[in-house]
């Protein structure tokens, strides 16, 4: 999300608006506790090289789950700049990428010619549809991308749709929205639950204090879907696909907390999935 990759600038108190409200402070205050170990995303112009560079610890597991790549063609779904695309094309007869990013494509595209990726190709996706003919594709892979996913059920039958019959989709994601850190930005404070215990607006207020101010109206401008475990599982049932695998990511490995009721959700970090076209 470019919204939050701005430049370094200050909250302006002067201005009403933007003024800390007390929940807010408190949420700062709890910085000594919780310090900021990461530093805010940023636009580099070395970003395909560095998912390049990083694709065989996101991505050799997905490849070896579906027996290799020779001779089969791959989708990239939410490709982002495209490094791990080119990484896939390296070993599959075809490998396509797509994202919803315009300005990430071009960088794809341009870090695909400088890799002389002839067998790689990156196209727009829409919020809810791929631009592919049905039956495409004999593997989809994806990281980090469905907690984003306004719409998992309609995507995940896109999935379908664009799957060869047998085809797999195999995807590591999180963290979802109730977990820890659910509210995806880590680089401004490290409260655990902080969008939780101090709501919206105090979460967002802090993020503005460390970076040019941006106001969004709720969880889903900022590109939270907020889907749980459950969620995800009935968006998977009712696409049609088949399911090797889909488990939970447990928080620090506390994987018998995260399966129980009313707590689950907050002590789950993601989700791992493996799921199939079965006709």
């Given amino acids: 999300m470019s919204q939050l990759s701005h430049a370094p600038d200050v909250l302006d108190e002067t201005r009403p608006e933007q003024r ?5 402070r408190m949420l700062l205050g709890l910085e000594q506790l919780f310090p900021v170990l990461e530093t805010a995303p940023a636009i580099t112009g070395d970003e395909s090289a560095f998912e390049y560079r990083k694709a065989a610890g996101s991505y050799q597991r997905h490849v070896d789950e579906v027996g290799g790549l020779d001779g089969k063609t791959i989708l990239d779904f939410g490709c982002g700049w495209g490094g791990e695309t080119v990484w896939l094309g390296e070993r599959a007869k075809a490998a396509m990428g797509c994202d919803i990013n ?3 494509l071009r960088d794809a595209n341009d870090f695909a010619r400088q890799m002389g990726a002839g067998n790689v190709k990156f196209a727009e996706s829409g919020v809810n549809g791929l631009p592919y003919e049905d039956e ?3 593997a989809i892979f994806s990281t980090n991308v469905f907690e984003h996913v306004m719409q998992p059920a309609a995507m995940l039958s896109e999935i379908r749709r664009v799957l060869k019959p047998g085809g797999r989709f195999v995807s590591q994601f999180g963290p979802l929205f109730y977990s820890p850190l659910g ?5 401004a404070t490290q409260v655990p639950w902080a969008h939780l215990l101090f709501g919206f607006e105090a979460v967002i207020q802090v993020r503005n204090t460390k970076r040019e101010p941006w106001w969004p109206k709720d969880w889903k401008e900022t590109g939270l879907n907020k889907m749980r ?3 995800f599982e009935s968006a998977v049932s009712e696409a049609g696909l088949g399911v090797v695998r889909c488990d939970r990511i447990a928080v620090k490995g506390l994987k018998r907390l995260a399966k129980l009721p009313l707590i689950g959700d907050l002590l789950t970090f993601g989700i791992d999935c493996h799921l199939v076209r079965e006709d």
């Fill in 102 to 104: 315009k300005s990430a």
């Fill in 229 to 231: 475990f459950k969620g």
């Fill in 136 to 138: 495409t594709f004999d």
């Fill in 20 to 24: 800390l409200g007390i929940r807010a």
């Fill in 183 to 187: 509210y995806h930005l880590c680089w």
